[in-house]
C-alpha cells in the first residue's frame, strides 16, 4: 500500500487525510493539506492519471466554456504569470497539459495511487476514523475524508432494449477510449447537451454521415473561440489582482461584469442590439448572464432572450422542417450552451436530424437503431452523449456509511442534502468538494473556496484538539430550505434540466445547487468562522 507519505498526526489513523479524486478539486486539496499543513495524505483516483472529468472526457471537441484566463487555479501567482495558451477556450488537451504542469511544480502525483477506485467508506464511532476500501481489496483509515468525485463525473447511460445486440462500436462521451476514429464512419449521437453540441460539431465534418438522435432541442449561441495573442495574455497576467477579486465577487465567476440592467427596463430595439451584440462576441454564460440581470429571473426577459435565439435559428438553419425540429419549445432556463456554428452543421448534406421526442428509440438492432415508427437509421458508431447522474450520483453510487451505518443513498433518497455544498450531518469529518448545494459557477473558482475553506477548517480541528465535526441537523436543513427559497425565485425549475435531475428516469426533482452565487456563497462561508462554527457539532 502507497502509505509512506510522512508521520501521521492522528493516534490510530493509517494517514491524517484520504482524498477521493484527481481533476482541479482532489489536487488542490492534497496540496493544501500535504504541502501547507503537513498532514500525511492518500489520494485515489479510478483513472490511469490526473485530470479528474477531463482525464476522461478526451470526445472530439471536447473543451472548456469558460474563458481561458479564468479557467485555472488562482492561489499561485507566478503559475498565473507563466501561463499561456492559444485560443479564447482551452482543449481537453491543453487542460489536461495545465494540470500536469500544477502536480509537478507541487510534486503531487505521489500521493496518488491511479488505477483505483474506491469501492466504500465506513465512519467508525469508536475510533473516529473513517475506514476507506479501495477495489483492490485495500483498507485505510484515516480522520479526514475529502472527495472530490466531481458534479459531471458518473456518467449516465441509458438502458435501450437490444443495446447488446448493435455489431458496431458505442462511446460515451464520459469515458471515451483512446484511439477511436470515426473518420468515413455511420455516426449516430444520441443527446445533445453540453457535451453532445460539442461532439456534433466535431464529427460533422468527419463523418461519412452523422445522425443526431435530439430528444430536447437547445439554445445553443456561438462560442466565439478566436485566437489570444501574447498582447492580450499579457493583458490579463497583469489585471490578475483585480480580474480575481472580481470574480470571487460576483455571482457565476466567469471573469466579465454581470449586467445590473433588466431587459424589461430598455426598448425592444436596445435589447436586440445587445443580444446581437453578445451574439457576435460569443460565450453561453455571458449570453444570459452579461447582457441583462433579468433573464434567469423574469419570465418577459427570458422570452425576450429565447426569441431572439429563435429567430437566429430560422435565419441560419436553411431546410424548414429541420429548423422547426431545432426550435425549443422549453425556457432558455437551463445551463447555457455555446459552440461553433452549431445550428449550421444542419445545412451540410451529411447531416441528419431525428426528433426522439416525437419518435422515440425503440431498440437497437444489430445494424442500427430503430425507431417507434419503424424507421430504422443504419449506423457503425453510436456515441451517447447523454450526460451524467450529475452532483450525487458518485456519492449515491458507493458504499458510505456515517453514524449508526446510515448510508448516504438512503439520507439521499429524496434528494441530495448537504450543508454549504460541503457536509452533510451524520458523517463527521467528511468535507466534500463541489458537493450537493454548492454554488452554481464557473467550478475552478467555486473549488479554491471550497477547498480553502475545508484546510483552514481542518487546521482549526488539528490546533484545537478535536476529534469530529459535522453540521447540526438544523443547519443542514436550513441551508437546503435557502438553496430552494433562491432557485424559486428564478425560472430555473421551471425547465427540465440536470440541474434539478430531470435527464435520469426516476431521480428526484429536487434543488442541487445555491444560485445566489459566489460571491454570496463566500460570504456565507465566512459567517461559520465568524460565529465560532455555531451551526457546526464538534466532538458529538
Not at 89 to 107: C, G, K, S
Not at 217 to 225: D, E
Not at 507 to 535: C, H, P, W
Request: aromatic residues 12%.
Amino acid at each position: 500500500m502507497n502509505i509512506n507519505l510522512g508521520k501521521t498526526r492522528n493516534k490510530g489513523a493509517d494517514v491524517d487525510a484520504v482524498v477521493i479524486g484527481a481533476g482541479f478539486g482532489g489536487l488542490y486539496a492534497v496540496h493544501k493539506l500535504r504541502n501547507e499543513q503537513g498532514l500525511s495524505v492518500q489520494a485515489y483516483d479510478s483513472g490511469g492519471d490526473i485530470g479528474g472529468t477531463w482525464f476522461w472526457n478526451r470526445y472530439p471537441g471536447a473543451l472548456s466554456d469558460t474563458e481561458s484566463f479564468c479557467y485555472r487555479y488562482s492561489f499561485d501567482k507566478e503559475l498565473l504569470q507563466q501561463g499561456n495558451w492559444k485560443m479564447r477556450y482551452l482543449t481537453q488537451p491543453e487542460i489536461l497539459a495545465y494540470l500536469n504542469e500544477f502536480v509537478d511544480r507541487y510534486d503531487i502525483r505521489r500521493s496518488y495511487q491511479f488505477n483505483t477506485k474506491v469501492t466504500s467508506t465506513r465512519f467508525d464511532e469508536t475510533t473516529g476514523l473513517w475506514h476507506v476500501t479501495t477495489d483492490k481489496g485495500q483498507t485505510i483509515t484515516a480522520k479526514y475524508l475529502i472527495t472530490g468525485l466531481g458534479l459531471l463525473s458518473a456518467t449516465n447511460t441509458p438502458k435501450f432494449k437490444g443495446v447488446d445486440s448493435f455489431k458496431g462500436k458505442i462511446c460515451h462521451t464520459g469515458a471515451w477510449p483512446e484511439g477511436v476514429d470515426l473518420r468515413g464512419k455511420r455516426v449516430g449521437v444520441v443527446g445533445t447537451g453540453s457535451t453532445g453540441v460539442q461532439v456534433i460539431i466535431a464529427l460533422a465534418p468527419v463523418a461519412s454521415h452523422l445522425t443526431v438522435f435530439q430528444r430536447s432541442a437547445q439554445y445553443v449561441v456561438p462560442i466565439g473561440n478566436w485566437p489570444e495573442d501574447e498582447a492580450k495574455i499579457n493583458d490579463y497576467k497583469a489585471r490578475y489582482d483585480d480580474i480575481w477579486k472580481q470574480v470571487r465577487s460576483s455571482a457565476v465567476a466567469f471573469g466579465f461584469q454581470e449586467s445590473t440592467v433588466p431587459a424589461t427596463s430598455v426598448s425592444e430595439a436596445e435589447r436586440e442590439r445587445v443580444f446581437e451584440k453578445a451574439w457576435q462576441r460569443g460565450g453561453g454564460f455571458r449570453f444570459m448572464f452579461e447582457t441583462f440581470c433579468d433573464i434567469a429571473t423574469s419570465q418577459e426577459a427570458n422570452d425576450a432572450a429565447a426569441n431572439f435565439i429563435k429567430r437566429k435559428i430560422a435565419q441560419i438553419v436553411k431546410n424548414p422542417e429541420t429548423a422547426r425540429k431545432l426550435m425549443p419549445t422549453d425556457l432558455y432556463a437551463k445551463r447555457p450552451l455555446c459552440g461553433m456554428d452549431y445550428y449550421e452543421v444542419y445545412n451540410r448534406d451529411n447531416v441528419s436530424l431525428v426528433d426522439v421526442k416525437a419518435d422515440p428509440i425503440s431498440e437497437f438492432t444489430p445494424t442500427g437503431i430503430k425507431l417507434a415508427s419503424g424507421a430504422e437509421h443504419e449506423l457503425d458508431v453510436v456515441v451517447f452523449a447523454t450526460g451524467f447522474d450529475a452532483v450525487e450520483g458518485n456519492y449515491t453510487k458507493m458504499d458510505m456509511r456515517g453514524r449508526g451505518g446510515v448510508s448516504m443513498s438512503q439520507q439521499w433518497k429524496d434528494g441530495p442534502l448537504g450543508y454549504l455544498g460541503i457536509m452533510e450531518a451524520d458523517f463527521p469529518n467528511l468535507f466534500m468538494i463541489l458537493g450537493p448545494n454548492g454554488p452554481f459557477t464557473n467550478l475552478v473558482p467555486s473549488i479554491e473556496v471550497q477547498v480553502e475553506w475545508i484546510a483552514d477548517t481542518i487546521a482549526m480541528m488539528e490546533s484545537e484538539g478535536h476529534k469530529t465535526i459535522e453540521p447540526k441537523l438544523e443547519a443542514r436543513d436550513s441551508w437546503i430550505d435557502t438553496c430552494r427559497m433562491i432557485s424559486d425565485m428564478t425560472l430555473f425549475p421551471k425547465a427540465e434540466s440536470w440541474i434539478f435531475g430531470a435527464n435520469i428516469p426516476g431521480k428526484k426533482n429536487a434543488v442541487r445547487f445555491y444560485l445566489a452565487g459566489i460571491g454570496a456563497y463566500g460570504q456565507e462561508l465566512q459567517k461559520v468562522v465568524d460565529s465560532d462554527y455555531a451551526t457546526l457539532d464538534f466532538d458529538r
